[in-house]
T-cell receptor, first 114, second 113 residues
Framework: GENVEQHPSTLSVQEGDSAVIKCTYS??????FPWYKQELGKGPQLIID?????GEKKDQRIAVTLNKTAKHFSLHITETQPEDSAVYFCAASMEGTSYGKLTFGQGTILTVHP | NAGVTQTPKFRVLKTGQSMTLLCAQD?????MYWYRQDPGMGLRLIHY???????AKGEVPDGYNVSRLKKQNFLLGLESAAPSQTSVYFC????????????FGDGTRLSIL
């Protein structure tokens, strides 16, 4: 089955700096890659996603890039703010054949220092 | 709209006891999922359902059972709780269209002593 590896496990940045989280996946049939943010005591919430026919997607300070050949995708957060501090998860799915089942990475604890 | 609601939020059980976790969604989603979250391991799929009356095994189904008698509810049961089942359990739902996000509840923190 699919395996998703996520790095780093923890990331500490100063407010205003950029943060990058990277994930690799094993199954070339995966075609949908969402990113979730989880705040303390809450469930994960989707912040951005990308399909395999797109190389990059941006939403304000957040961007995701996908390299299908290398089977890796990354989350980029620019101008970080303290409220960006949370746990971030990448995931992969084979849309159209797997009933939306997601395989998650291990998570990255992001801390933004004021 | 409440979205996805999980009850209870916290529970402590003794080894061998049984319990049922309830997940309810008010978005008329067809697909529903149960995950467990453990430190350093992300979220792992326990069971899922693609519609009322259907269930299927996920990545880590052993020791759990599920039922989906109504479209809006998805129940997760532990028949004989074990300490290895101490975890945070999340329920999620989504539409049965491609590339739709999963919507998560806020979790049930379960401790087995």
């Amino acid at each position: 089955g699919e395996n998703v590896e996520q790095h780093p496990s923890t990331l500490s940045v100063q407010e205003g700096d950029s943060a990058v989280i990277k994930c690799t996946y094993s199954d070339s049939a995966s075609n949908y890659f969402p990113w979730y943010k989880q705040e303390l005591g809450k469930g994960p919430q989707l912040i951005i996603d990308i399909r395999s026919n797109v190389g990059e997607k941006k939403d304000q300070r957040i961007a995701v890039t996908l390299n299908k050949t290398a089977k890796h995708f990354s989350l980029h957060i620019t101008e970080t703010q303290p409220e960006d501090s949370a746990v971030y998860f990448c995931a992969a799915s084979m849309e159209g054949t797997s009933y939306g089942k997601l395989t998650f990475g291990q998570g990255t604890i992001l801390t933004v220092h004021p | 709209n409440a979205g996805v609601t999980q009850t209870p939020k916290f529970r402590v059980l003794k080894t061998g006891q049984s319990m049922t976790l309830l997940c309810a969604q008010d978005m008329n989603h067809e697909y529903m999922y149960w995950y467990r979250q453990d430190p350093g391991m992300g979220l792992r799929l326990i069971h899922y359902s693609v519609g009322e009356g259907t269930t299927a095994k996920g990545e880590v189904p052993d020791g759990y059972n599920v039922s989906r008698l109504k479209k809006q509810n998805f129940l997760l049961g532990l028949e004989s709780a074990a300490p290895s089942q101490t975890s945070v359990y999340f329920c999620a739902s989504r539409r049965n269209r491609e590339n739709q996000p999963q919507h998560f509840g806020d979790g049930t923190r379960l401790s087995i002593l």
